[in-house]
């Protein structure tokens, strides 16, 4: 029987809610913490429901914004932080003097947001997750799970610690997740995957219909390139994941072993068809986390005597339609195709 565990999760959305939901419906004892106070209102008076393709559930749960939980006296011990990559400084600097010595702190986010979390609160107090499932939060108190993905923790040393096995029973709530000893290869695999997804959010096609299109394919590897590129450099193993596999678009890509279609074919079975990208951009209108994901890995690319035209137009074609300079349109991939043509 798996022990139950105390968890705070620190941001309560897409990736957030859908965790601490299913932690919560396997007895785990799980606080929220989140900065929309709509939200936190919500969960508090109705739990928090999670819609999925064929069902729903709703679980009753502790929520607070983090005033609130500052005024009642608390210490953080095990956190999961699941805000936007571009509110992690923010958001860990907010909570970092509410840990001790033996607290960690684990990265339920997309990027590499490890490094600037150690940064702050030290490596030994820093646990590393790749999270891959496609959820969106659709208003207070309700999150839409679209897609199950994988889901690996591990510590950044890769040392299989009774922290890092806790935590894994622990998840053993949401599905199966697994520990792995190359966190980094995951993450870097996903930067890859997911420069390839931020290229479909600056239109209205879904994924699956980016991927699959022929015309758009020589983007597609050449995205997916220009990371590995450094990966490969920093001596990084990309693993794979969720019929995502790096090794069919670098070194080379070999299109007659067309290596997309089961990628295609998982995509096209989630209800959730666009990125959370897409949904910030046309939806919601608010910043995206795009800049926070790429240009580290644009500078690192750089301090390794690369240049990265791609996803430095990328970011430059998302930052324009988050400030409503850029329309969402098939032609933004244009200015992606004049880099490698």
Known sequence: MTEKIELTIVGAGAIGGVVGAYLIKG???????????????KINEQGITIEEKDDKFNVFAKAYTLEQYRAEGKTLK??????????TEQAVKG?????????????????????????????????????????????????????????YIGELDGQK???????????????DAKITDNILGYLWSKLAYGSILTASATTNLTIAEFIEDMEYRPLVVALGQEVLKVADSKGVDPEEFDDWKPSSVYPEHH?????????????????????GIWRDLAVRKRKTEVPQQLNPI????????FDMPLLQQLVQ?????????????????????????
């Open 255 to 275: 299109p007659e072993h067309n290596p997309f279609a089961p990628l295609i074919a998982r995509l096209r079975s989630y209800t959730k068809t666009r990125t």
């Open 298 to 305: 644009i500078a690192e690319g750089q301090a390794l005597g």
């Open 27 to 41: 007895g785990h004892d799980v606080t929220f913490i989140d900065v929309n106070e709509d939200h936190v209102k």
């Open 95 to 151: 909570f970092a003097d509410l840990l001790d010595e033996d607290s960690y702190v684990a990265s339920f986010q997309n990027g590499l947001n490890e490094e600037l979390i150690a940064k702050i609160i030290g490596e030994h107090r820093t646990l590393g997750c790749f999270i891959n499932l496609f959820a969106d939060y659709l208003e207070p108190g309700v999150i839409s799970y679209g897609g199950v993905g994988s889901l």
């Open 78 to 87: 095990k956190v999961l932080l699941a805000v936007k990559a571009l509110h």
């Open 317 to 341: 074609l998302i930052t324009e339609i988050e400030n409503g300079k850029r329309e969402i349109d098939e032609k933004n991939l244009d200015e992606l195709f004049k880099l490698i043509s």
């Open 161 to 175: 610690t009774e922290r890092i096995q806790e935590l894994h029973q622990a998840l053993q709530s949401w599905g």
